[in-house]
């Protein structure tokens, strides 16, 4: 189950008070000895106070502060490569340590200078838990832990494209069933083996140098052709997850109604930002899923596969997020998918072994939604940034990416099956760092976690499934007694 924390039950949605402590909603600055200025440029001249720019918190009139300085992202909204909302949810607000963590120094150098309009005269200074991660992240990078050896990815391409060999010999040369069923298996590892890659290529933490250039655009093609779900989309929404996790109305990870509410807060209608909608509770959220989702959690992840490649066809159907070029490539390399998955199963004598073989890989592919789930599902929910007097998307950077994570504890000879997944919070507060090095840098995050009181979390992977099931079915049994009727009343007496 959740911590507790600051005294709230578990099962409360956790609502960070603001303050001039390491919880305040605008992430602080650094000290003049560690602050790394963007070069002078001739809109620089404007001083505004942290209270001017966020009034400045609308997606036409966008400013943000990095450093110190103010920048109008107005116009380059649509231009981020990282998505839209990545950046948009964080206008009016201090962005310094979300602009770090998923950019290298020379890119913020050479790129922000242009929107730079200004500078800040009363930031706050820096909290100990702000400065003391930031020292962290320079620690490693000094390490030479934001690059990896390029026989490292050299050595897990040939695993996992000797998985797919397996995969063609064991349908397209053998006859017998098992054979058949063993590729199947096989697939669905191969699928969540190049997804991790795919993952690691995403966050530009796949490189050799600092100024490398993984060309996220025609590399991302090439894991949708293979594994069939949308790089273009999964930029979109995951980008989104690491700036603010588990914010109860933000997170799109955690936005998964009618199927599953986490929480009781999810039963009162909330209106997503990621989706632009309202996600309702209704009769089937109500009747057939979340008052039973603890027992529907694992067969539902063995078909979740499929809802990822319906949520690519309508991302790349509606061109969204503002990258058309980037989704019409994703767009044709989602056809082939859909081309030689269906050729290669249609290889088998019988239709029975061809649903069998669909269906079982899709199954082990599920083992990744899994894993993914059970790093946040179990952690504690931040409540929407919308609330007076709570401190947005759960407090700085730091603290929101510790408080929402869980790591997996395991063996060193298991690492290669959980991808780098595993070291989750390590993986939130510094995602560029290179999956080679995460199991050496763990005890130095949780070491400073330690220090500062934060709630680091690491557990075998069964207790992780166990916290899972048990934090499901909390909400569910929230959910065999809520009644709509009873919350039209609350509201009407609110």
Request: aromatic letters at 12%; charged letters at 20%.
């Amino acid at each position: 189950m959740p911590p507790q924390i600051q005294g709230l039950e578990s099962d409360d949605v956790i609502s960070l008070k603001r303050s001039d402590s390491s919880e305040s909603a605008l992430p602080a600055e650094p000290d003049s000895s560690n602050k790394q200025q963007l070069p002078s440029t001739s809109r620089q001249n404007g001083q505004y106070t942290v209270e001017e720019v966020a009034r400045h918190n609308k997606k036409d009139d966008a400013w943000l502060i990095y450093n110190n300085q103010v920048l109008d992202i107005t116009k380059w909204i649509s231009h981020h490569p990282g998505g839209e909302q990545t950046i948009y949810r964080f206008a009016g607000m201090d962005a310094t340590d979300e602009l770090r963590a998923f950019h290298d120094d020379w890119v913020l150098k050479t790129k922000l200078p242009h929107l730079v309009i200004g500078t800040v005269v009363d930031a706050p200074a820096p909290s100990q838990l702000v400065q003391d991660f930031r020292e962290l992240g320079e620690h490693f990078d000094k390490l030479g832990y934001f690059h990896v050896s390029p026989w490292f990815y050299v050595q897990k391409v040939m695993f996992v494209m000797s998985l797919f060999g397996c995969v063609l010999w064991l349908v397209l040369k053998e006859e017998s069933v098992a054979a058949h069923m063993l590729g199947a298996v096989v697939l669905g590892v191969f699928w969540q083996q190049f997804a991790f890659v795919g993952h690691d290529c995403g966050h530009m933490s796949a490189r050799t140098h600092a100024r490398d250039h993984i060309d996220v655009h025609n590399l991302g093609a090439l894991v949708t052709f293979f594994n069939g779900i949308s790089v273009a989309w999964w930029k979109a929404t995951h980008n989104v997850h690491h700036a603010m996790p588990n914010t109860v109305d933000c997170d799109p990870d955690i936005a998964h109604l009618p199927v599953f509410a986490l929480h009781k807060k999810m039963f009162e209608g909330l209106f997503n930002k990621y989706h632009g909608r309202v996600m309702e509770f209704d009769w089937a959220a109500r009747n057939i899923f979340v008052p039973y989702q603890h027992y529907w959690y694992y067969p539902i992840m063995a078909f979740a596969r499929w809802n990822l490649y319906i949520q690519s066809v309508l991302f790349l159907s509606n061109s969204n997020d503002g990258h058309k070029g980037r989704n019409m490539l994703d767009l044709m390399a989602l056809l082939g998918f859909f081309c030689w998955m269906p050729t290669l199963a249609l290889q088998l004598p019988s239709w029975v072994e061809v649903v069998a073989f669909v269906l079982l890989s899709h199954a082990v592919a599920g083992l990744l939604n899994v894993q993914i789930t059970l790093s946040h599902f179990s952690q504690p929910i931040f409540d929407s940034p919308d609330k007076e007097g709570v401190a947005k998307y759960g407090g700085d950077f730091f603290t929101r990416n510790v408080i929402s994570s869980l790591d997996v504890a395991c063996p060193t000879y298991l690492d290669w099956f959980h991808g780098g997944l595993q070291f989750q919070t390590l993986h939130h507060c510094y995602p560029r760092i290179g999956r080679q090095h995460l199991r050496k840098t763990e005890p130095l995050i949780a070491s400073l976690c330690k220090k500062h009181s934060l709630p680091y979390s690491s557990k075998p992977f069964w207790d992780c499934n166990v916290d899972i099931v048990k934090t499901l079915k909390s909400a569910a049994l929230d959910a065999r007694k809520w009644s709509p009727l009873i919350y039209e009343s609350m509201c009407a007496q609110g």
